[in-house]
T-cell receptor
């Protein structure tokens, strides 16, 4: 079952902020965030673990609310290079934790204009 | 350079003609997975492998087969392709049980006519 991402699309002007949300109905071990530029492969941004801290690098950060099984990606002072489709991936573990499965959402198209 | 290599990048084939998409990684990753990407549906998992000779179905396995005879290779086999398997396919790998992200291949755009 795919996690639900919102919004589906967002248009920003350079310098504006954005928040992308991801929610799951399953108990999660971790949440991944990826960015995909048009015609390219998804690229890993960051991972948030159950019990872990909020992560971030540069002006992109994320949080993970374990109780609600929700994660949010924060893009601050957006740059043109931030344009692309953002995917969250929710990871569940089973088989005593030795097996795991990563399921992606449908993506959020972010467009940053000058 | 650490990478996941998929071949071919583009493939047009006819219905029913068996094909294989290869995937190879040079990072000694235990975990490998195949996804298909369709407009509006995101990335959906086809099959994954925890290690050599260990594979399991993802969310959309119908019409696909995989094998994992060597750690570095994880080919995707379409025994009898149909037009509804026209899609963009990605192979990905990661360190098993790790807290690292996945590394994706460049993708294979498959068209079945």
């Amino acid at each position: 079952q795919q996690p639900v991402q919102s919004p589906q699309a967002v248009i920003l002007r350079e310098g504006e902020d954005a928040v992308i949300n991801c929610s799951s109905s399953k108990a999660l071990y971790s949440v991944h965030w990826y960015r995909q530029k048009h015609g390219e492969a998804p690229v890993f941004l960051m991972i948030l673990l159950k019990g872990g801290e909020q992560k971030g690098h540069d002006k992109i950060s994320a949080s993970f609310n374990e109780k609600k099984q929700q994660s949010s990606l924060y893009l601050t002072a957006s740059q043109l290079s931030y344009s692309g489709t953002y995917f969250c991936g929710t990871e569940v573990r089973y088989g005593g934790g030795s097996n795991y499965k990563l399921t992606f959402g449908k993506g959020t198209l972010l467009t940053v204009n000058p | 350079e650490a990478q996941v290599t998929q071949n071919p990048r583009y493939l047009i084939t006819v219905t029913g003609k068996k094909l294989t998409v290869t995937c190879s990684q040079n990072m000694n990753h235990e975990y490998m997975s195949w996804y298909r990407q369709d407009p509006g549906l995101g990335l959906r998992q086809i099959y994954y492998s925890m290690n050599v000779e260990v594979t399991d179905k993802g969310d959309v396995p119908e019409g696909y087969k995989v094998s994992r005879k060597e750690k570095r290779n994880f080919p995707l086999i379409l025994e009898s392709p149909s037009p509804n398997q026209t899609s963009l396919y990605f192979c990905a790998s990661s360190i098993q049980g790790s807290n690292y992200g996945y590394t994706f291949g460049s993708g294979t755009r498959l068209t079945v006519v």
